[in-house]
């Protein structure tokens, strides 16, 4: 009830599109039968968390933050969110984002900008961005209106508003966590996983949200380990590699102390520090920036005015005006521009030039990784090259805000696990983002090295 409350009080913040504060009191209601009848609860049995408004929920309005789907109320519900459902969560509501999870900021989203509970120390009072796409998931957890939430990442929308934001988050694997149900940006990158306060939230968290799902053709058929008991802060034994491609020009001087104080956490915990190559970093974030769009052209193709959501039919306008006038209105303009780029370098002209281009350079910077496993078991970075900026500060500079996604982009191409942990507060008092990349499927080892840091 303390949850339900708080986040009626916090509605400044704009982290929620809809609240649900039936769901989350029947789970609430649920548990405490099975308490009084002493059965064994069940994992998160009662625990209220916020969904990200990108997971279809049955009967429950699912916008993707966009117009598009304003008042689509789907038939099904995605498997993550029923598995947390399974596992005894209830839910408080759907969380704000940025428009279908293109964005760094939140300031994307149809139903207006997420804000920070954050503020600056130095009496800069703006109020801040929560980072993206999983704003809302960040904000609700800081400002703890919920323990917990789901954060889908493409391209590191769990680990940077995380960061933003003073809590953890893990992308896993590629394939751990079912994708079916969840509204689509770029389907070979997109992975959903938990954002919570802490690192041992995070692990209770994914083992509920994972596993094989049938229902998704890349869904790895792996059991899902007992994470949480086998959380252990010791890394005796474990060589922690730090990128030197990382070390990227006009890196903040709080940003390399931040990275510097990581590697001398992890030293104490026991681990080896080596330094490692990854040379291709460069061109992450420009493949990136056309492989996500190039996916998401095709993907978002589906709205057409007909199978969802909302339509826009002008007197006397024929079907192809019909789609036009419909995508015109729905989609918000980052959407538009995504769908420009993606439609762009995937057309005959072009698509060796750009979408072939990209795909090999995907490929060097998986092998860089595979390289790097050969002198490492984990990697230590920055989640991202600054603290939280102020709402509107890059929002008219579509490359200053891409350029934001940097260290998290990597991983993303490569399908790997990647974690985002509190590192400390910046001179202004605002937190940063240490992030933890993995070998792949060695989620148990980034969760460690964070604890680790926490
Ligand atoms: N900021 C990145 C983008 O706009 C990543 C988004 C995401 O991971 N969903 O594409």
Known sequence: DAFIVRVSQARQLNAFIVET?????????????????GETLKP????????????????VQTTAASHMLEGFKPEYESTVSQKLWDAGAGMLGKLNLDQFAMGSS????????????????????????????????????????????????TGGSIRQPAAFTGIAGIKPTYGRCSRWGVV??????????PMARDVRDCAIM???????????????????????????????????????????????????????????WLKDAGAEIVEVSLPHTKYALPAYYIIAPAEASSNLARYDGVRYGMRELPEGAN??????????????????????????????GF?????????????????????AWLDCDLLLTPTAPSAAFALGEKSADPLAMYLNDVFTVPSSLAGIPAMSVPGGLDKDGLPLGLQIIGKPLDEQGVLNASLAIE
């Not at 504060?21 to 789970?27: D, G, L, R, S, T």
């Not at 900008?113 to 130095?122: A, E, G, K, Y």
């Not at 979408?355 to 092998?367: M, N």
Request: with cysteine; hydrophobic share 40%.
């Open 206 to 264: 994914l083992e509920a949200m994972a596993g094989f799902d049938a229902k998704d053709a890349t869904s790895l058929q792996l059991d899902v380990p007992k994470w949480e008991q086998g959380l252990n802060p010791d890394l005796r034994g474990k060589k922690v590699g730090i990128p030197k491609e990382y070390r990227v020009d006009a890196m903040p001087g709080e940003i390399e102390a931040l990275w510097q104080q990581g590697i001398d």
């Open 184 to 193: 689509a940006f770029a389907s070979s990158l997109d992975q959903a996983g």
């Open 351 to 371: 698509y060796d030039a750009y979408y072939t281009q990209a795909q090999k350079v995907r490929t060097l910077i998986a092998r860089d990784f595979e390289r």
């Open 21 to 37: 504060p039936e769901h989350a009191i029947a789970a609430a209601r649920e548990a405490d039968a099975a308490r009084a009848a």
């Open 319 to 348: 079907l192809q005006e019909m789609y036009a006038a419909t995508r015109a209105a729905g989609f918000g303009p980052e959407v538009q521009r995504r769908i420009l780029i993606g439609t762009y370098v995937l057309s005959a």
């Open 44 to 59: 998160l049995a009662g625990v209220p968390i916020g969904m990200k408004d990108l997971f279809c929920t049955k009967g």
């Open 106 to 153: 939140n300031e994307t989203s149809y139903f207006g900008n997420v804000i920070s509970p954050w503020r600056r120390q130095d009496g800069g009072n703006a109020p801040l961005a929560p980072g993206g796409s999983s704003g809302g998931s960040s904000s609700a957890i800081s400002a703890r209106l919920c323990p917990a939430a789901t954060g889908t990442d």
